[in-house]
C-alpha cells in the first residue's frame, strides 16, 4: 500500500530513504516508489539549501546530485534511470518496466536516452560557469541558450523515437513516463513540445493527471494562488 512520505520513519531498515527537494527530480523516485508500494521517508536534502542534510546526503553520494536512495539493505544507489530500474527489478507487480522482454528493452532505452540527453542539459543551464573557464557572462547566456535549444531538439526526437502504445511504457503507464513527465517539466520544454510536438505534449499532461503523479507533483509544484 502507498504511502506519502510523511507516514515513514525510523532506520534504513524500515525502508528506503529518499534524499531530496521540492521540485526536483526526486519527485521522479517518490512517484516510483508510491506505485510499488514500497515503505520510504524522505530526507529533506540538496546542494544547494543549506539549511538541509547536505552533510548526509555528502556522505552518501560525493557529487551531492538528488535523487540519492538508500535502499532498505543500506545500499546507495543515485540516477534517476537506475532508480527506476531497480524499483523495476524489485517490484515486477508494479509494471513499471513492461509486460514483456521487447516492451522493457525499449523502456531502458528510453530511460537512458533522457538521463544522457535530456536530463544532463538541466545542471549545465543552471550552472553554465561549471561548464566553461571564462568569466564572460555573455559567454555564459550563450551556454545557456545554446544548451536549451539542444535539449528541446532532444526532446523532439524522443518524442519521434517513442511513440505511446498507449503510454510510453506500454499497455500501463510505467518507468519510461514517471521519467519523462518530470524531467520535461524544466527549462521551458513543455512550451517548446506544446508547438512543436502537440500530441506529445498532450500525452504527458494525460501522464500528469494520473492520480499517483497528479498527487506528488502537487507536492512539489503547488498551484498558484
Given at each position: 500500500m502507498s504511502a506519502s512520505p510523511q507516514d515513514h520513519a525510523g532506520s534504513p531498515a524500515d525502508g528506503y530513504v529518499?534524499?531530496?527537494t521540492q521540485g526536483s527530480g526526486s519527485a521522479i523516485v517518490e512517484i516510483g516508489l508510491q506505485r510499488c508500494g514500497a515503505p520510504f521517508r524522505v530526507v529533506h536534502a540538496s546542494s544547494w539549501e543549506?539549511?538541509?542534510?547536505?552533510?548526509?546526503?555528502?556522505?552518501?553520494?560525493?557529487?551531492?546530485?538528488?535523487?540519492?536512495?538508500r535502499t532498505p539493505e543500506g545500499a546507495v544507489l543515485t540516477e534517476s534511470g537506475a532508480?527506476?530500474?531497480?524499483?523495476?527489478?524489485?517490484?515486477?507487480?508494479?509494471?513499471?518496466?513492461?509486460?514483456?522482454?521487447p516492451r522493457r528493452d525499449q523502456i531502458l532505452r528510453g530511460l537512458v536516452?533522457?538521463?544522457a540527453n535530456c536530463y544532463s542539459c538541466i545542471s549545465v543551464i543552471d550552472y553554465p560557469r561549471r561548464y566553461t573557464t571564462s568569466e564572460d557572462q555573455a559567454q555564459h547566456q550563450a551556454i545557456v541558450l545554446g544548451t536549451k535549444s539542444r535539449l528541446h531538439r532532444h526532446w523532439e526526437l524522443f518524442a519521434d523515437m517513442f511513440p505511446p502504445s498507449p503510454w510510453l511504457s506500454g499497455a500501463q503507464p510505467g518507468a519510461l513516463d514517471l521519467m519523462a513527465v518530470i524531467v520535461s517539466k524544466w527549462s521551458g520544454s513543455r512550451p517548446h513540445l506544446e508547438q512543436h510536438r502537440p500530441e506529445f505534449f498532450a500525452l504527458?499532461?494525460?501522464?500528469e493527471a494520473l492520480p499517483e503523479v497528479a498527487d506528488v507533483c502537487a507536492r512539489h509544484w503547488p498551484p498558484a494562488r
Amino acid at each position: 500500500m502507498s504511502a506519502s512520505p510523511q507516514d515513514h520513519a525510523g532506520s534504513p531498515a524500515d525502508g528506503y530513504v529518499l534524499y531530496g527537494t521540492q521540485g526536483s527530480g526526486s519527485a521522479i523516485v517518490e512517484i516510483g516508489l508510491q506505485r510499488c508500494g514500497a515503505p520510504f521517508r524522505v530526507v529533506h536534502a540538496s546542494s544547494w539549501e543549506d539549511r538541509s542534510a547536505q552533510d548526509e546526503l555528502r556522505a552518501l553520494n560525493p557529487l551531492m546530485q538528488i535523487p540519492t536512495l538508500r535502499t532498505p539493505e543500506g545500499a546507495v544507489l543515485t540516477e534517476s534511470g537506475a532508480i527506476l530500474m531497480h524499483l523495476g527489478l524489485r517490484f515486477p507487480q508494479a509494471g513499471l518496466l513492461g509486460d514483456n522482454d521487447p516492451r522493457r528493452d525499449q523502456i531502458l532505452r528510453g530511460l537512458v536516452y533522457i538521463a544522457a540527453n535530456c536530463y544532463s542539459c538541466i545542471s549545465v543551464i543552471d550552472y553554465p560557469r561549471r561548464y566553461t573557464t571564462s568569466e564572460d557572462q555573455a559567454q555564459h547566456q550563450a551556454i545557456v541558450l545554446g544548451t536549451k535549444s539542444r535539449l528541446h531538439r532532444h526532446w523532439e526526437l524522443f518524442a519521434d523515437m517513442f511513440p505511446p502504445s498507449p503510454w510510453l511504457s506500454g499497455a500501463q503507464p510505467g518507468a519510461l513516463d514517471l521519467m519523462a513527465v518530470i524531467v520535461s517539466k524544466w527549462s521551458g520544454s513543455r512550451p517548446h513540445l506544446e508547438q512543436h510536438r502537440p500530441e506529445f505534449f498532450a500525452l504527458l499532461k494525460r501522464i500528469e493527471a494520473l492520480p499517483e503523479v497528479a498527487d506528488v507533483c502537487a507536492r512539489h509544484w503547488p498551484p498558484a494562488r
